[in-house]
């Protein structure tokens, strides 16, 4: 075989490699540990999927063994069924210490046929108050649905299936704090909330209905140390420089209009001038 011959074969072999590790889902074997729950947490489809459960005695979780600073993760869950009140399925990133950062998901049960709460909330430095809610336009019990978390230098953007649900900017210009200098892990897991997590506590979990399960696969980290792309400023890392465009704008909005049931920002027992700043730059009024 001549030796053109070869680099072609060589050439076709990287290109399909590159293409495989770009869809290649994490392996929860080998990339989370199971930090409490014992086997109520449980490992399927050789690693490619997990169950976390919850019944009266204990819930469960886990949290990725690597941690990084910026990056974007995916994953696909499917939620738990049926009368799932008080019930909190969480799942988001975090560093640890009494000033920890914290970005989260948390998908908030509700009675049988009513609508999950999903509960978003940006931490910095160990302060929170920065919640907004949503109601979902599909049944997350019925399929799994792919819910993202984006978060570089500039921006952190909450995702529903692609969709862009919310966007938390970085404006340290304006002494707003933002996650920038601690590295986190992802974390998951299914507890009992029925103190505030229904109706502000007032429907409780139905333990006649355990145990609860939700189902997790697709798992997929993009960031500086485990992905092929680079952190630098030369346009080569998509995630490190992604925002919100025209059309996802657009999107974003309709959420918010539809869908969003709470906004920290018109709360006023946590209304504060920085936030009406924070409203209107993320509508872009400023």
């Known amino acids: 075989m001549g030796c053109s011959k070869i680099l072609i074969l060589v050439y076709i072999f990287s290109i399909f490699s590159f293409m495989w590790c770009l869809v290649l889902a994490g392996d929860f074997k080998k990339d989370v540990n199971i930090i409490w729950g014992g086997d109520k947490a449980k490992i399927l489809e050789n690693g490619q999927a997990i169950a976390l459960s919850l019944d009266r005695t204990s819930g469960s979780g886990f949290q990725s063994k690597a941690k990084f600073l910026f990056g974007k993760i995916s994953m696909n869950l499917k939620l738990v069924s049926g009368n799932s009140a008080g019930t909190v399925t969480s799942y988001y990133v975090a560093s640890k210490g009494a000033m920890w950062d914290e970005i989260d998901f948390e998908f908030l049960g509700n009675l049988s046929g009513d609508p999950y709460t999903v509960h978003t909330n940006v931490i910095t430095q160990g302060k929170g108050d920065r919640e907004q809610q949503f109601r979902l336009w599909f049944d997350p019990t019925i399929n799994f649905h792919t819910y993202s978390i984006l978060w570089n230098p500039r921006t952190i953007i909450f995702y529903v299936d692609g969709t862009p649900i919310r966007q938390f900017k970085n404006m340290k210009t304006m002494n707003v704090s933002y996650p920038e200098k601690q590295a986190m892990r992802v974390h998951s897991s299914l507890w009992d909330g029925d103190d505030w997590a229904t109706r502000g506590g007032l429907v409780k979990t139905d333990w006649s209905k355990a145990p609860f399960t939700a189902y997790y696969k697709n798992?997929?980290?993009?960031?500086?140390?485990?992905?092929?792309?680079?952190?630098?400023?030369?346009?080569?890392?998509?995630?490190?420089?992604?925002?919100?465009?025209?059309?996802?704008?657009?999107?974003?909005?309709?959420?918010?209009?539809?869908?969003?049931?709470?906004?920290?920002?018109?709360?006023?027992?946590?209304?504060?001038?920085?936030?009406?700043?924070?409203?209107?730059?993320?509508?872009?009024?400023?």
């Open 219 to 286: 798992y997929e980290v993009q960031d500086c140390v485990g992905s092929n792309e680079t952190c630098g400023g030369d346009g080569s890392s998509s995630w490190i420089n992604e925002g919100i465009d025209d059309s996802g704008m657009k999107r974003l909005k309709w959420v918010q209009k539809n869908f969003m049931i709470y906004d920290y920002c018109n709360d006023p027992k946590k209304f504060r001038l920085v936030n009406v700043l924070l409203m209107l730059y993320e509508l872009k009024a400023l």
